[in-house]
């Protein structure tokens, strides 16, 4: 009877810690999607604004495609 509770006890922790896991996955993705995209205006091509290079007021991808 006993070990029929511990089995119980362990299967439902395994449970428990499988979705919070899942719950903790899907607030990191959503971190991810909340990430700002914007265009070069040289190139056209997307990129994160934290990755981006400020220059005059205005996001490029790299140093080639700032203005010179």
């Known amino acids: 009877m006993i070990?029929?509770?511990?089995?119980?006890?362990v299967v439902a922790y395994l449970v428990y810690n499988f979705?919070?896991?899942?719950?903790?996955?899907?607030?990191?993705?959503?971190?991810q999607i909340e990430e700002e995209?914007?265009?070069?205006?040289?190139?056209?091509?997307y990129i994160s604004k934290d990755e981006a290079i400020l220059?005059?007021?205005?996001y490029f991808c790299s140093?080639?495609?700032l203005p010179k």
């Open 63 to 65: 140093k080639e495609c």
């Open 19 to 31: 979705f919070m896991n899942k719950k903790k996955q899907t607030n990191d993705e959503a971190k």
């Open 37 to 45: 995209l914007i265009s070069c205006p040289s190139c056209g091509m």
């Open 3 to 9: 070990f029929k509770i511990l089995i119980f006890v």
């Open 55 to 58: 220059s005059n007021g205005k």
